[in-house]
């Protein structure tokens, strides 16, 4: 078949590579419709995060249909047309059992890794280095999906492939953020990041009931779409200070919400601080460069919660634990738990609350992955999500 | 899921010693002068500048050994041997009153060198010895013993995780280096293990004891490749989680090239091994199965780990 591989940094390729084989009983191998470039896909091109091996083939969001399973999956059939969720969940831990699906703790066959790094490990993820399992991504013509039995959702209404791809991971991605901030009415939601998780963050703050939504992003056409997705406000960061423009905005009080959806490889407006960390992740002594995140801190009300979804690898540095620790504020984060959100989103997009392909700028067959991955990482033609078709 | 190798005893002493150095720290930092006439060099300019230096030293290793790491005690022994040296040329030059002060304090000093020695000396191989005596057959010949533990909570009641460990035939399905456990009589078992280079090592083991539901202890009889031991604990996890599962193992290493051939068997990371068996222990249970991806086709194993294939389908 024809896959997506990792061949180091700032390079991927497409090329021939052996058909998938179904590993375990509760395994199904699906021969993909359609598949997208994550945002956090990009952290693996820059070469960000440890444990990637020459070869490894890329994409944790893809559907399909079903074209063989093995004999412990019993709810699906050779034919069925399926989204798959982007964290690997057993269904049966103490974990999965409390809806934690992305902590699972039998998902990842290397959790000895992740231990080192992390104290404890993650599920396992398609696609998305050695470090959370080493699985081979969707970014493909087929895929097997571990534990098939329990992500997998069917789709028998007739909704398009690009109505319902992005349940795999940002549309859950996006809700979860907006969802933590435990937005009540007259609640402002502040997000940083209107890329694809971003601006799911934004329609998820609006489905969620929130007053105001200020999107926070450097690139204007990404603001005009978080506008379309129910944005109040915008603030371009190059342009303003966005700590006084959100004091402005809410008179002083913050937001009372704080959705980091940027992640570690935020830029900032002031060449040095954007320089301080550049060269601090260089020599590796820090892994992030969270400017996103400290700002979002900084902002936030007193007594209001920060919402982490964008992705984090290892360490930073100049964590303000400070302004957390005394203003009371609370920090929400985690991989989404996709399973729990797959149902009840997909009802929302049935009945028309949430239109998840205003945010698709680019088709490509598969073979173009690699341009894909170019323009997404620079912004090209005002590129804000790539679904590719094998 | 977490695992253990350092015993409790050069633990306990570590922390005495950190303590130690602590007092002798804070106390040469904030009262040289004081420090310098209990120990008789009070007359000494060069000790009056040396002694907050000494102060520092003792501050640094101090905090590894509050924390329980008896390695750290080999810094002291540096630290004593400097001591003693210095302490040696003052006295040749000292008599009376400050000559006896400082008799006593190197003597002090000496005591304490040697139980640093010994700390030092136990973290290195008897860290396992004591806790491995228990378990190990009062037979067995050895010089030191590789002993490990690891601990996971696994979401099946206790009566069920114990009845599939119990079933010792099926032990292979989880533990890596296993090929085959099968009966050799009542209460006995045969092992056979793979080691490295395609040999392998056998023993007979004898159950020595079976609580239904809370513990299994097995030990190896004479005559085995490999002496060793080992002991699985089963209790209900709080909050209907299921069941903790703690397992320990000990493995006689005798002297010599044989020795060697055992600590072969085990790797860098024998501690990472008895985890990845348990890692597996605990999906077959929970899951059915033990979850392999494309890098990691074996599933949980320590080798693997250090050695991934890429994230893609093998022809």
New interface residues.
Partial sequence: MR?T?WMGKNHVEVNE?????L????DAIVQITSTAICGSDLHLYDGFIP?M?????LGHEFMGEVVEIGK?VSNLRVGDRVVVPFPIA?G???AC?RGLFSVC?????????A?KLWGHSPC?IF?YS?LV?????GQAEYA?V??ADVGPLKIEDDLTDEQVLFLSDILPTGYMGAEMCDISPGDVVAVWGAGPVGLFAVASAKMLGAERIVAIDRFGYRLDKAVEAGATDVLNYEEVDVLDALKELTAGRGPDGCIDAAGLEATHPTAAVDAYDRAKTAVMAETERPHALREAIMACRNGGTVSIIGVYGGLMDKFPVGSLMNRSLTVRTGQAHVHRYLKPLYEKIRDGEIDPTFLISHTLPLDRAPEGYRMFRDKEDDCTKVVLKP | ?SSRSASRGPRRTARVLGLASTGLGVAMLRDPKGVARFSGVDDSATALSVIPLVGARELLHAGPLLAGRPGWAWTRVAGDAIDLTAMGVALSSRGGERGRRLRTATAAVAGLAALDLLTAARSRRAGSRSAARELLPSSAPWKSAIDVSAAA?V?RPPQEVYARWHDFSRLPEFMAHVREVRPAGIGRWHWVAEAPGRRTVQWDAEVVEESPGERIRWRSLPGADVENAGVVEFRPAPGE??TEVRVRLAYAQPGGKAGKAVAKLFGEAPD?QV??DL?RF??IL????????????E????RR?AK????????
């Fill in positions: 896959a591989q590579v052996p058909d998938p084989r590993l375990n009983d509760r444990t091996k020459k070869g490894d083939i412990g057993c049966a831990c103490n059992e703790e039998n998902s990842n066959p290397n959790a000895g890794m231990e396992g696609g050695h399992g080493g699985y081979p991504g097997r571990p534990f | 899921m909570t979401n989680q299921g990472q985890r990845d890692a605990k999906q929970e899951t059915g199965q033990v979850v392999r991806s494309e890098g990691t086709p599933g949980p194993l320590a780990m991934q294939q890429p994230a893609a389908p093998r022809s």
